[in-house]
Every structure is written in structure tokens, then in C-alpha cells.
């Protein structure tokens, strides 16, 4: 579990939020089960990245997601 | 006769003039140390906080002034407090600029705690309020540290909240010194949720 501070370009002024940056095999499930341990709580990921996430079961790899 | 009589007149003279140049040193001096006395007291609260080595040099500068007008010394007394009302005002007036650069530096830091606890504190509810509602705690934090952290936050908002009051009733200085433990509690609490804290600038 890697949290990042705040890449440049993220939209966000709050220098405190927290980041993780997408690897290869990562779902929105497994990162929410890694933060919060509870996987179910991927939806609170998705939402926080509405701006880039059309589709919570579609990530890349190297996107940088907010983790609230 | 008449020459002895006059030289005694003389002599007298003399002695009543010598008489009369030291009581002049010694009121001079007097009323220079009362002077001096009464400005060092009028700063001297902020003379001890901003410059408290000056405003030692000047008190012990008026103490050795009033020891040699005690040994009864007035030409030394007055030489020694003829100084000591300009060597006050000097030290006001640095004592006036040494307190607002303090004030400067402390309304710099409070506009940058100011902009910045708001956000820690809101990263921080973030996260404990999605993993309130986790059903089970992830890998690294345990229930006792999530409490921790949970107590730790309401601290934080209560601490942020009475840094508020006391900048906005004009103590600035302990509105800093209660964003300051803000900060050092944010970071602490932002550790037992396994977050980051913000790189420094």
C-alpha cells in the first residue's frame, strides 16, 4: 500500500489528500480492501474519482486515484 | 586680620561653591535615573520578552548609576546617568521594532496554519469516516489505534477551534501555539491512519 502526496495537475488544492498510484493487476476492489479493509468500500474510491473514472472495473495502470 | 579674615571668606566660598556643584551633580543625576526608571518600566514587559539581554544591559547601567550616587559620588553618579534616558528610548525603540517583526512573523505563520489545518483536518475526517464504515479494519491498523486516531481527531477540531478564538480576540500568539499542536497532533493522527503527510514546501 503506497500513498502518495499530491502529484501536480490533480484539480485538488488540499495537499493533504492521499494518492496511490494504479499497478498492474490493481481493482478498485483490492485498493479499497487495502486502505480500508473492506473491499465493498470501493465504491468511496470511484466516487472520489469521478473525474477520471468512467468505469469503476476500468483502471489503468499509472493512474494516480484520490484515496479519501 | 584682615588678610586672614579674607582668605577664611575665600576659603569659604570655595567650599560653599564645591558645596553647590555637587548638589547640582547629584540632582542632575537623580533626576536622570528617575527619568530613565520611569521609561524602562513603561516597556518593560515587551523589553523582557523581545530584547530581554538589552533590557538587562540598561537596568544594571541605571543600578550601578543609583550605587554611585548612594557612595555619594555625584560627578561619577551623573556621568554615569547623564546617558540613561537616551539609552531607554533607544532601547523602546527597538524594543517597538523587535515586537513588530515578531508580530510579522507570527501573522506569516498564522495565515500559512490558517490555509493549511483546515485541509489536514478535512483529509483526516475523510478517512475515518469511510473506514467507520469499514467492516473490518485494513492490514497495519488495529481497533485500539483507530480510536486513537478517532479521539485524536476530535482534539484536533477542538484545538482548532479555540486557535480560532484566540486569533480572532487579537492573541495571536497563542492562536499559533494552537495551530501549532494542531499541526503536530494532525501529523500524528494522519501516522495511526497509515496516511501521508503533506511533503513540506
Known sequence: MEEKGQPPGSGTDNPYTQYYVVKKGDTLSKIAKDYYGDAQLYAQIFEANRDVLKDPNKIQVGQKLRIP | MYAKSLYSLVILAFVALFASACSHYKEQ????????????????????????????????????????????????????????????????????????????????????????????????????????????????????????????LDEIKGLWSAAEQSFNSGNIEDAVAKANAVQQKGTEVMGLLGMKSAPAA
Open chain 2, 29 to 152: 543625576a537623580q533626576a536622570a535615573i528617575a527619568q530613565a526608571e520611569t521609561a524602562l518600566e513603561a516597556i518593560s514587559v515587551d523589553a523582557q520578552k523581545y530584547l530581554p539581554q538589552k533590557y538587562q544591559e540598561v537596568e544594571d547601567a541605571i543600578t550601578a548609576a543609583k550605587a554611585s550616587l548612594d557612595k555619594g559620588d555625584a560627578k561619577d553618579a551623573l556621568a554615569a546617568a547623564k546617558d540613561l534616558p537616551a539609552q531607554v528610548a533607544a532601547l523602546g525603540t527597538e524594543v517597538a521594532a523587535a515586537k513588530q517583526q515578531a508580530i510579522a512573523t507570527l501573522t506569516d505563520s498564522w495565515n500559512s496554519l490558517s490555509a493549511d489545518l483546515p485541509k489536514m483536518v478535512e483529509a483526516i475526517q475523510s478517512r475515518v469516516d469511510t473506514l467507520s464504515k469499514s467492516k473490518k479494519l485494513p492490514k497495519g491498523l488495529d481497533q485500539a489505534s483507530f480510536d486513537a486516531a478517532k479521539s485524536g
